[in-house]
């Protein structure tokens, strides 16, 4: 049972753009939602995370939305840039669980120049 | 060194064989973590360590899998009688004890079966 759905599959946006990745969880004691970027090669790096107290948290041009009700949350990459170009995953944990992580199945961006 | 490592960072076994996959943590983090990656799949739990306590166990996939951690440093995942279905890459991560959420992965061993 995958607990955690992410969308899109891979995503392709010109630079300057927006990018958008959805992700939609089932259980409800989830109260950690961390997104990962990987580079080839490389392991996972923590980008930004939030907890279901608030509806939005921006850190520079990455921004997450949480909507409680609905079970859904999404990363936005605002003025998208080449280098911003790798795999992104979301992910949830819950009851203070916070490194025993439940992942997306990962979104590939490639950002055009 | 400043990140966690791992090593062999590239493994080929023949289907049956045992293998031991290694992990340095980041020197003070009380936490560490063994996660699998198949190829275009997300990150699958196996297993935690957090100081003294004993471990959490409970994403090993069977009881080929089994890991061991000496006290706050080294870990290794071993893996008996290796299958196909084993080929991934297995990532190891450690967190800062009171900073839990955030873990620090490494490269990973990318592990092939024939």
């Known amino acids: 049972q995958q607990q955690v759905k992410q969308s899109p599959q891979s995503l392709i946006v010109q630079k300057g753009g927006i990018s958008i990745i959805n992700c939609a969880y089932e259980?409800?004691?989830?109260?950690?939602f961390p997104w990962y970027q990987q580079f080839p090669g490389k392991g996972p790096a923590l980008l930004i995370a939030?907890?279901?107290?608030?509806s939005e948290k921006k850190e520079g041009r990455f921004t997450i939305s949480f909507n409680k009700s609905a079970k859904q949350f999404s990363l936005h990459i605002m003025d998208s840039q080449p280098g911003d170009s790798a795999t992104y995953f979301c992910?949830?944990?819950?009851?203070?669980?916070?490194?025993?992580?439940?992942f997306g199945q990962g979104t590939e961006l490639s950002v055009k120049p | 060194g400043a990140g966690v490592s791992q090593s062999p960072s590239n493994k080929v076994t023949e289907k049956g064989k045992d293998v031991e996959l290694r992990c340095d943590p980041i020197?003070?983090?009380?936490?560490l973590y063994w996660y699998r990656q198949r190829l275009g799949q997300g990150l699958e739990f196996l297993i935690y360590?957090?100081?003294?306590?004993?471990?959490?166990k409970s994403g090993l996939p069977s009881d080929r899998f089994s890991a061991e951690r000496t006290g706050e440093s080294v870990s290794t995942l071993t893996i008996q009688r290796t299958q196909q279905e084993d080929s991934a890459v297995y990532l190891c991560?450690?967190?800062?004890?009171?900073?839990?959420?955030?873990?620090?992965f490494g490269s990973g061993t990318q592990l092939s079966v024939l």
């Open positions: 992910a949830a944990s819950k009851n203070n669980q916070g490194g025993k992580l439940i």
């Open positions: 259980n409800t004691a989830f109260d950690y």
């Open positions: 020197s003070g983090h009380t936490a």
């Open positions: 939030i907890r279901p107290d608030v």
């Open positions: 360590f957090q100081g003294n306590s004993a471990p959490d």
């Open positions: 991560a450690s967190s800062f004890q009171g900073l839990g959420e955030k873990l620090f």
